[in-house]
């Protein structure tokens, strides 16, 4: 086989014409597969924290081509967080515009593994083709498009319904498709005819084909990428060395730009303003200025770099490494490559899948009804924030500090629990218990005949005191917490604890009542008359997270 992908179902027929058809041309393509096989994995790389860039809001799904896997990368560890098992020799991958499935396709077992984002698993198999390779979705997901071997001199295109994901149609292409990819508005499907020489068009309202592009000094496409606003198609043309330009009104090649040796893949920018070629012979990645049509930047990476992915949300690209077995990661501010993750067995295709953030704790989890304080908000991918709710109400001064944290100032609410919810580009935290915070009770303080601190109450051990507050209104029996009150012996001269807190009542039987005359609560604390000669501690802890305290001393 002359192309860097294994095909061990390939008809014996068509393995010889290939050989034999392309042996010249392809010298180098054979090289690079022939690396492919025969090295043993790059030690794995240490995990470490995304960098400042990193739209860590992500997951990176990459084809293990050798490892019959696809490994989940999290860029804010940058360390896989699952290795799913597939069909053999996994190649391409296309995640749902949704986020919610990624279709790998198994050149060896001729299959699409349909992966839930959610579980990491692989929910349904798809037969399609001979020999898949690419993948795409529509910009709506209902349908995916993956090609495949058909004969010697022709390419099939398998057209599935994902609803049901059966394979609807085939349109036939070009030899040997070896990219997709789909105009922003899915009214065309561009082929990259690896074995043709050319580019396959396809109008995806019928299904047919429409159009082949094709060029002097343009060999052995390899891959093909849109530019956002649909204008212009690029491809990787792995034997002549370069990228060419398509205009997509007029699907005629308008220039071609010189690149590195074994360009094998090309993604844009999600601005249009860059495309990343990788470089399969050189082990480097050519940027290039589309406005200029020029080469701006040659980036070194890992050995054989097979795809490259700039990833929609910016920051970075990442390129699989298939002869290192490892993922790069490249600032694309500053050009360099910024973490190197190990992957499975000869890394090929990847894509990116959303992670919604998460949230798994706040603190402080209270503040006055006012608002105004600053809350720092703990979780997960949460790099991306926006918005921070308090309920329904946003809070201002969101700051991200990392992946994994950030703070805000808390809006003015109500007396009472509401949960915190947190909004990235991939979607908004669940509610958890995890992620609530509490407005606190007006509190004033104890009403006479009790008096706060530093004031000190006295009073006779085995007494009964009427432990009277405020919360500015009804709010219900359950208003004190878990645990409280308490009381607890003080050093009656520096007021240090000579023993631990030890319960004071509970509110069922020392008769918590509310009087809405004087918008007042009762607890009675009845203290023992073993407690003469000594200095008391009341706390009084409430359900917004406050606590309260009064000072006794017991004669």
Not at 3 to 20: K, T
Not at 155 to 173: F, M, N, P, S, Y
Not at 500 to 515: F, I, Q
Request: with cysteine; proline share 8%; aromatic share 6%.
């Amino acid at each position: 086989m002359t192309v860097i992908r294994s095909e061990p179902d390939a008809p014996p027929g068509a393995r010889r014409h290939r050989r034999s058809r392309h042996r010249a041309a392809a010298a180098a393509l054979a090289g690079a597969l022939a690396a492919l096989g025969v090295l043993a994995p790059a030690a794995p790389a240490s995990p470490a924290h995304a960098t400042a860039g990193s739209p860590a809001h992500r997951l990176v799904y990459v084809a293990n081509l050798r490892g019959n896997s696809v490994t989940a990368y999290d860029p804010s560890t940058n360390a896989a967080v699952a290795t799913i098992p597939v069909g053999t020799a996994p190649e391409g991958v296309a995640v749902s515009p949704d986020g919610t499935q990624a279709y790998v396709v198994n050149d060896g077992s001729n299959t699409v593994s349909v992966i839930d984002t959610a579980s990491n698993a692989v929910a349904a198999t798809i037969p399609v083709g001979r020999l898949p390779g690419p993948v795409a979705f529509s910009p709506d997901g209902s349908r995916a498009y993956v090609g495949h071997y058909v004969n010697p001199r022709t390419g099939g295109v398998d057209v599935i319904d994902t609803a049901t994901r059966t394979v609807t149609t085939t349109v036939l292409v070009g030899s040997q498709p070896f990219g997709i990819a789909l105009t922003p508005d899915g009214a065309r499907a561009y082929v990259a005819n690896l074995l043709g020489d050319s580019v396959s068009v396809i109008d995806t309202a019928n299904d047919t084909l429409i159009a082949s592009i094709a060029g002097p000094g343009v060999r052995s496409p390899a891959a093909v990428a849109v530019t956002p606003d649909g204008s212009r198609a690029y491809t990787a043309n792995f034997n002549s060395g370069n990228v060419s330009v398509i205009d997509t009104a007029s699907n005629t090649i308008t220039a071609t730009i010189a690149v590195g040796s074994g360009p094998g893949s090309v993604s844009i920018a999600p601005d249009g303003a860059l495309a990343y070629v990788a470089n399969q012979n050189a082990n480097t990645v050519s940027v290039i200025d589309t406005a200029s049509g020029t080469v701006s930047d040659t980036i070194a990476v890992g050995a054989t770099p097979v795809g490259v992915l700039a990833d929609p949300a910016g920051g970075v690209a990442y390129v699989t490494n298939g002869r290192a077995d490892t993922v790069s990661v490249i600032d694309t501010a500053t050009r360099t490559v910024t973490a190197t993750a190990a992957t499975g067995k000869n890394p090929y295709g990847l894509a990116t899948a959303t992670v919604a953030p998460t949230v798994a704790g706040v603190r402080p989890g209270h503040g006055p009804a006012a608002g105004g304080g600053t809350v720092t908000i703990t979780g997960t991918h949460l790099a991306g924030t926006r918005t921070v709710l308090f309920g329904t109400t946003p809070a201002t001064g969101v700051t991200v500090v990392d992946d994994f944290t950030v703070r805000a100032t808390a809006p003015p609410g109500t007396a009472g629990a509401v949960d915190i919810t947190v909004a990235t580009p991939a979607g908004t935290s669940a509610v958890t218990g995890a992620a609530r915070y509490t407005y606190e009770y007006p509190f004033s303080g104890f009403r006479p005949p009790v008096a706060d601190p530093p004031a000190v109450n006295q009073g006779h051990a085995g007494r009964a005191f009427p432990m009277k507050f405020s919360l500015g209104g009804d709010r219900g029996p359950a208003v004190i917490a878990r645990g409280y009150p308490t009381a607890r012996e003080i050093d009656c001269t520096t007021g240090e604890p000579l023993g631990g807190p030890a319960p004071a009542g509970t509110p069922g039987n020392s008769g918590l009542r509310y009087e809405a005359a004087t918008d007042t609560y009762t607890y009675v604390w009845k203290t023992s008359a073993s407690h003469a000669g000594t200095c008391r501690l009341f706390t009084l802890g409430l359900t917004d997270g406050t606590t309260h305290t009064a000072l006794f001393r017991l004669d």
